[in-house]
């Protein structure tokens, strides 16, 4: 909750100063062209961390209340591609679709039957998700584009689990629950290091807490229409 909350105070705050600037630029008699535009489409690879599936399979097994002789920890932090179409200067539709995977292994033993159990759990996960972003021109640095926005979707989950002693359970397997519902709030900013090519940078709740990204941008093709309008 501390997370969206802070999400959503960096967001406002870019707004806030988003129209102390557009304010500005009123007052002029030109304003210069806008980063993004309207027909832009953008096209975003991304890694993400961390895994918070392992890391939480690693806490689980360290504060188990059995005995663990060995264990070890497995997967990778959410992947994925985002497709952005700008349907003014400013607000844009994105589809986002990202898969992350974690998996765990642990052997124990039991002093009750002098027996060692081994066991197993593994998670895929894959989520699509359909949202809005609106992003701010800092005309201050032609080349850096600021967003924030939301996204809602699909969650899907498929889990594998080998559990060879049913009553040393520890209560993080029994209470990893799946929801069909997937949402996403995020923060972040692009840097372009030509028209075409940008890096990017994200921070979200739901999802990936932290995005890092390549962005290729296709522009719309000209039509002979003012780049400057915002909208």
Known sequence: MKKIISIFAFATALLVSHNVSSQFWDDEQSKPEALLRKGDFMVTGFGSYPNFGRFMARVAIETANFNVTSS????????????????????????DLFANQWSARWTEFSPF???????SVSVFRFRGLLGLNYHIDDFDNEKLNIY????????????SIAISDFNNVNSFWDNDLSLPLA?????GLRYFLNDN???NVELGAGGPIM?????????EPPKGVDRTNKM
């Open 72 to 95: 070890s920890t497995g997967g990778f932090a959410p992947l994925g591609v985002q497709g952005e179409f700008m349907l003014t200067n400013n607000f844009a539709i994105s589809l």
């Open 113 to 119: 039957d002098n027996q060692v159990y081994e066991s």
């Open 148 to 159: 924030g926005g939301f996204a809602l979707g699909y969650n899907y989950r498929k889990s």
């Open 183 to 187: 949402i996403r709030f995020r923060a």
């Open 197 to 199: 090519l940008g890096l």
């Open 211 to 219: 995005r890092l990204g390549v962005t290729v941008r296709i522009p």
